[in-house]
């Protein structure tokens, strides 16, 4: 149980990054266009 925790800890952070990242180069396409 734990240790699945701590694999969807890990995925929702690799989720939350790549979300921001993404974001991120949404918000320099707008700003480079």
Known sequence: ???YRHQAFG???AFS???S???GNM???VVYY
């Open 1 to 3: 149980m734990h240790a």
């Open 27 to 29: 918000m320099y396409d």
């Open 17 to 19: 990054l790549f979300f």
């Open 11 to 13: 995925i929702t952070y």
């Open 21 to 23: 990242s993404i974001r």
